[in-house]
């Protein structure tokens, strides 16, 4: 039997990673296996084993549900500083836009300073905090 051609958006892709499994017919599953079957008994400390791991996964799922939690506030954080820096940037680009008939624009040194200054503290105030 011929093996299945990996699909186009695999190209460049390692397609020879293991992830630790591989695929056995019935006769090879029972060669791994030591010749058991379904039919066995799972005796009890394997039913506990195999709840013990059932609750790591079931604790690590609530992990994963809090760091989605964490992430959205971080989200929602992030969002609003981002307003914060485009309330005090669009402003002035906006203000540069306007009368683009005329070549120059008249913004004396020392209130240009002064201007400049104060919205990089703003601006610093919102990331840095």
Known sequence: MMADKDPDFMDGFDSNQSFGFM??????????????????????????????????????????EGAGAVKAQYDELLKAKMNEIEQLVLPLLINLKKNGDK??????????????????ERILKITQS
């Open 23 to 64: 695929a056995v017919n019935e006769d090879e599953l029972k060669d791994l296996i030591g010749g058991a079957t379904s039919e066995e008994q799972v005796t009890p400390e394997q039913i506990a084993a195999i709840q013990d791991k059932l609750q790591l996964i079931v604790e690590m799922n609530s992990t994963c």
């Open 103 to 120: 070549d120059y624009l008249y913004w004396p040194g020392a209130q240009r300073t002064a201007q400049v200054e104060l919205q990089t």
